[in-house]
């Protein structure tokens, strides 16, 4: 059973609502039959939807929206195949689609191709959604439109519940079904049934141990209001991001001086893409240990509060213009949204609560003492306060500083509890994992 999460925020404030997927497999020659038909119809509606709009195009008319197409498909023999709420959402994807297109197209990503027709064997992964499809007692009902016979699948044991650390058991209420045809070089290998399940607001108890957490360049700081102090070295992931920033100017430099949509410019195009995939596989790879390790590292401790440092002060700060070299360059450098997303469904599974905390002034005001002096950062890595003596790692100094805010705000209060010697964790390649390596590594 594979398992996908994630935590849903409504606005600024995050709601710790827990959302599941969980995928089954579906054996090919019992469940191929049964699936193969709505699937190409499936295929059949995206192809209409891809049609329309060339038309439009070619004919120089408005492009249809949203709306008019579905109103116009209501009548096509696929769209009577499936539920109403399926082929909506074939209609829903298509625009998607389009509009994720449009958005990397504007952001300079011209390998990006535009929702184009699929092979008319294709099986499209089909979505049911909530008036879709019925769950009773281990049981799983999908409709089709109203004339043809349910798909009725039993689920595995224990899909629909998830226990809790503190042996809590939530029971799910699921919200969307898919299934998906799994291929491996143009074949069909497989069928998967992927539910995702709302969980509810994890229950907690609000008050206890805290750690915090810095995002910098090639580390992240953590402190804790254990005194625990950790270095995390992320140098891989960090060269892995310049590397893949690197190869996009490239291609994107060979492929302004050749003619667009030429035989040279498209086999650039097409190893951009395949560059691009392996790269972003293993920059993911990367930050799912990294915030595996967050999470094992709070769970070891039993802390209640996990609280990242929040840059969105310093981005709002690059993008007015403000050039502030140090500041950019740090957004650019980590996935920042991606490792704040993995970190808070991998907390909420362990019943930790995912917070931020502001990042302002915790990189120039000493953690001992509470002194704000930007030079007492004596370069990237060392802090030496002229005030309380206080000797220590840069980021060390920041982690605690933002500990500090987050429990106390901003009013320079001395460090309020003994610190232990920090650690430092760096990835093995040959492990594949973070391990911890003595301090000296760090340097
Ligand atoms: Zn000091």
């Not at 294709?122 to 959604?129: E, P, Q, S, V």
């Not at 939530?170 to 399940?197: C, D, F, I, S």
């Not at 957004?331 to 997303?341: G, H, T």
């Not at 808070?344 to 002194?371: F, I, M, N, W």
Request: aromatic share 8%.
């Amino acid at each position: 059973m594979r398992t996908v999460g994630w935590a849903k925020k409504k606005g600024k404030k995050q709601e710790n609502r827990l959302y599941l997927t969980r995928v089954a497999p579906l054996p090919l020659d019992k469940w191929l039959p049964v699936f193969e038909i709505p699937m190409l119809a499936g295929t059949k509606l995206w192809n209409s939807c891809v049609w329309e709009s060339r038309e439009a195009r070619k004919n120089g008319t408005k492009y249809p929206t949203e709306s008019e197409m579905k109103e116009k498909f209501k009548g096509y023999e696929s769209w009577k195949r499936l539920h109403s709420q399926s082929s909506q959402s074939v209609v829903e994807e298509y625009f998607e689609a389009v509009r994720s297109y449009v958005k990397h197209k504007d952001n300079g990503r011209d390998e990006m191709r535009p929702p184009g027709f699929k092979p008319k064997a294709t099986l499209r992964t089909i979505t049911w959604k909530r008036q879709g499809f019925e769950c009773r007692e281990g049981l799983l009902t999908l409709k089709l439109s109203r004339k043809l016979d349910d798909i009725g699948v039993s689920l595995p044991e224990g899909f629909d519940t998830l226990e809790l650390p503190d042996g809590t058991v939530l029971k799910g209420t699921p919200v969307e079904v898919k299934v998906k045809a799994v291929y491996r070089k143009g074949k069909v290998v497989g069928l998967e049934m992927h539910v995702t399940w709302d969980f509810g607001v994890v229950p907690m108890v609000l008050a206890g141990k805290v750690s915090a957490y810095d995002l910098n360049a090639a580390l992240v700081a953590r402190g804790s209001t254990e005194g625990s102090q950790q270095l995390l070295v992320c140098r891989e992931l960090l060269s892995l991001i310049q590397y893949r920033n690197k190869v996009i100017a490239e291609f994107q430099q060979k492929m302004s001086r050749c003619k667009e949509r030429s035989r040279r410019w498209k086999a650039l195009l097409s190893a951009k893409r395949k560059a691009l995939k392996k790269l972003e596989r293993r920059i993911n790879q990367l930050t799912n240990a990294l915030t595996k390790l967050m999470a094992g590292l709070d769970q070891a401790e039993d802390i209640t509060f996990s609280v990242l440092g929040d840059l969105t002060d310093i981005r709002r700060k690059s993008r007015s213009g403000d050039k502030d070299k140090k500041a950019s360059q740090k957004i650019n450098q980590l996935p920042y949204a991606q490792i704040e997303q993995q970190h808070a469904y991998k907390s909420l599974l362990r019943q930790v609560y995912p917070d931020k905390a502001s990042e302002r002034y915790s990189s120039q005001t000493c953690s001992h003492c509470g002194t704000r002096n930007k030079s007492y950062r004596v370069h990237r890595g060392l802090w030496c306060c002229k005030k309380c003596r206080a000797t220590m790692h840069a980021d060390l100094n920041g982690v605690n500083g933002i500990m500090k805010n987050y429990l106390f705000g901003h009013c320079g209060i001395e460090q309020p509890f003994p610190l232990k010697p920090p650690e430092v964790y760096r990835w093995n390649k040959r492990l594949n994992r973070f391990v911890k390596v003595s301090p000296r590594a760090s340097a």
